[in-house]
């Protein structure tokens, strides 16, 4: 079982007709506990994660939620559930499937509750054993239920999205689950169905660091949990 914390900072570019805007903005800190279980399956390493936590407001408030749909802070602690079932069809190479949700459970200091995040996700990680790096490749599916504002739905907020978004990660202190990640991804959409009037996203870039810690268990990784780490880098 192992503790990680991470720190996003978010560049987004949206566009709306003939507004263009791209915004740069900290998102909020994420706290999760991990725990790892490695069964062996069709004769390959597998890696199977449950990861429980919650963020931190940065004390940036809502950060212009109309903009950006996904990666916003909510000035509010929420509960986060996340899972991942990998398997390492060869050395270096591993395929997972991936769920996230954040759940916005209180309103904000100006009454606003912002909608509920649900994310499916399929990735192929190049991971080569030794190696302080990876890099991945995920199509996701991101749903984001609509906001609430003095307890009346907001329409011009929350929708569907898939995006193609490549990844990297590479340690940078440490080594195992006891290290400091350098973090980026970049979501490219593919589709985009949004309620109301908002902006759309041309791109959004993520990166930020990882710090993760054993609690307790062993402090080396296995091949598999190697090769499935990057859901939570």
């Known amino acids: 079982m192992s503790f990680?914390?991470?720190?996003p900072l978010i560049i987004n570019r949206s566009v709306n007709l003939n507004f263009d805007k791209q915004e740069t903005n900290v998102g909020d800190i994420s706290l999760l506990v991990r725990h790892f279980s490695s069964p062996r399956l069709f004769s390959k390493p597998t890696n199977i994660q449950l990861a429980i936590g919650s963020t931190i407001p940065t004390g940036n408030g809502i950060t212009n939620v109309i903009t950006d749909e996904k990666n916003f802070a909510s000035g509010t602690f929420d509960p986060i559930i996340s899972m991942i079932a990998a398997i390492m069809?060869?050395?270096g190479w591993s395929f997972d499937t991936r769920f996230f949700t954040r759940q916005i459970l209180?309103?904000?200091n100006n009454r606003t509750k912002i909608g509920d995040l649900y994310s499916y996700g399929f990735n192929i990680t190049f991971a080569p054993v030794g190696a302080s790096y990876n890099i991945n490749s995920q199509i996701k599916f991101i749903n984001r239920e609509q906001d609430i504002f003095n307890d009346i739905t907001f329409a011009n907020s929350g929708g569907d999205y898939i995006y193609f978004t490549p990844g990297f990660s590479k340690v940078i202190f440490g080594e195992g689950e006891t290290a400091i990640r350098f973090w980026s991804e970049v979501d490219i959409p593919l589709y985009q169905y949004v309620q109301g009037i908002q902006l759309t996203e041309k791109f959004s870039i993520r990166f930020g660091l990882n710090f993760g810690l054993t609690l307790f268990g062993h402090k080396s990784?296995?091949?598999?949990?190697?090769?499935?780490n990057s859901l939570f880098d």
């Not at 990680?4 to 720190?7: A, P, R, T």
């Open 4 to 7: 990680s914390i991470s720190l």
């Open 89 to 91: 069809f060869k050395p």
């Open 106 to 108: 209180s309103y904000d």
């Open 221 to 228: 990784k296995t091949k598999a949990q190697k090769a499935g």
